[in-house]
Nanobody, 123 residues
Framework: VQLQASGGGVVQPGGSLRLSCEASGLNFSRHAWGWFRQAPGREREFVGVVAYGNGGTVLIDSVRGRFTISRDNTKNTTYLQMNNLKPEDTAVYYC?????????????????WGQGTQVAVSS
């Protein structure tokens, strides 16, 4: 199983980025896909998850209304659209998945991880 995250970069406050995570080696459509972030000196934080099946999403309070998670099963890819970015969003962002047909909210239960992509929000 491989998860390839991309799309990070440097952006000014108020700007936008879209992160992508392409997966291979598993049945993409059967998995929920989570996004996490880790800022320097802090623990990894769950950001949100998109479900298998109906593609419903859950996002943490601090990003709700600014971030959107989506998935494209035809491309084996999940996306994290980040708008109105703030300096506190600066972190390495990771995608991850749990076992098939498991919808996991929070840090525990994810077994496959991408390599991370750096997002820096700075003026």
């Amino acid at each position: 199983v491989q998860l390839q995250a991309s799309g990070g970069g440097v952006v000014q406050p108020g700007g936008s980025l879209r992160l992508s995570c392409e997966a291979s080696g598993l049945n993409f459509s059967r998995h929920a896909w989570g996004w996490f972030r880790q800022a320097p000196g802090r623990e990894r934080e769950f950001v949100g998850v998109v479900a298998y099946g109906n593609g419903g999403t859950v996002l943490i309070d601090s990003v709700r209304g600014r971030f959107t998670i989506s998935r494209d099963n035809t491309k084996n890819t999940t996306y994290l659209q980040m708008n109105n970015l703030k300096p506190e969003d600066t972190a390495v962002y990771y995608c991850a998945t749990a076992r098939p047909n498991h919808f996991v909210i929070g840090n525990d239960g994810y077994i496959y991880w991408g390599q991370g992509t750096q997002v820096a929000v700075s003026s």
